[in-house]
């Protein structure tokens, strides 16, 4: 048996004139879950496409569960599952309706009552796909990708539109997963959700590995450059509070009222922040000093520009 989920070396799609993975190498462990990051365009979807077999390459070797998705579809579409981002079924089926249909498709899948409940799903089980919410449309794809008992199941943002619990219901579904010997792979813009799941996270930006490893192994690559993480009143300009601070640190509101100062910690610089603050009449709270985290690192490889 192939040790490998996946296994791609030297992959290749164009488009046209725009080549969308150029030469990428890539390989899942079996049983793991790997988190494929990158900015929009980076080549991730179409990667995962070929996987799944609904693209082919033009160059490069894939192989998944040992089967080439291209040749040998048939044989592999019966030991994956398959999430899309969007849903993907008819607005009009009802949430039951299509999660046992597509059960119906399988060897031995698992009870459609039971994964409905396990979602939390049971209540909109006569509910038709378009008057779900966009959360619960994500919550039926995970089920009908994970009704037929996937050896690998693909899943491409999989918590978004998601409120918190519903998230964290689902991180646990795919820790449990993971224990029972399932591979997932999975692409997010979500890096807390990467960093909480992934045992491998592999960066791609213009078709190509940039960065691959554990979580841990990528933010310790650069655990010198720690950082001050606070939290104050929203919008404070944080232009102004880099000017108080000594040359070639960074300062960015990560989301709204959570701000991080990247560069050496050292009590002075804690005392300019407090300081500064102060000044502006705020109060920083929940002042933590730290190493960077993934997406720290991913947007130090990635640029921080955005992307189209």
């Not at 981002?85 to 119906?104: D, H, I, N």
């Not at 199941?153 to 795919?174: C, S, Y």
């Amino acid at each position: 048996m192939n040790a490998a989920a996946v296994e791609i070396t030297g992959l290749v799609k164009r488009f046209g004139t725009v080549t969308a993975v150029a030469g990428l190498d890539l390989a899942m462990t079996r049983g793991g879950l790997l988190a494929l990051l990158g900015p929009n365009g980076a080549g991730k979807t179409t990667t995962v496409e070929i996987c799944e077999g609904f693209q082919r390459p033009d160059a490069g070797s894939v192989r998944v569960l040992g089967l080439d998705p291209a040749r040998d579809g048939a044989a592999l579409r019966s030991r994956i599952g398959v999430m899309p981002q969007g849903g993907g079924a008819y607005p009009g089926v009802r949430a039951g309706e299509m999660l046992r249909l597509v059960a119906s498709c399988a060897a031995r899948p698992l009870d459609p009552a039971w994964l409905l409940d396990v979602l939390g799903l049971s209540g909109v089980r006569r509910t038709p796909f378009k008057r779900l919410s966009g959360g619960q449309q994500q919550r039926l794809s995970l089920a009908c990708a994970l009704v037929g008992r996937p050896e690998l199941v693909f899943l491409d943002e999989p918590t978004a539109g998601m409120d918190p619990q519903a998230r964290r219901l689902v991180w646990d579904l795919l820790g449990a997963l993971r224990a029972d010997g399932v591979s997932v792979l999975l692409t997010t813009h979500l890096m807390e959700e990467a960093e909480a799941l992934a045992d491998e996270v592999v960066i791609v930006d213009g078709g190509r590995v940039i960065a691959s490893g554990s979580p841990d192994a990528l933010t310790a690559e650069h655990a010198e450059d720690a950082q001050l993480r606070f939290r104050a009143r929203p919008g404070l300009d944080t232009g102004l509070l880099a000017a108080a601070l000594p040359e070639g640190y960074l300062v960015r509101e990560s989301s709204p009222g959570a701000y991080r100062v990247c560069g050496s910690v050292d009590p002075q610089v804690i005392s300019t922040v407090t300081a500064w603050c102060a000044q502006q009449g705020v109060l920083a709270e929940e002042l933590h000093v730290g190493r960077r985290d993934l997406e720290e690192v991913f947007l130090e490889l990635t640029g921080r520009e955005l992307r189209t």
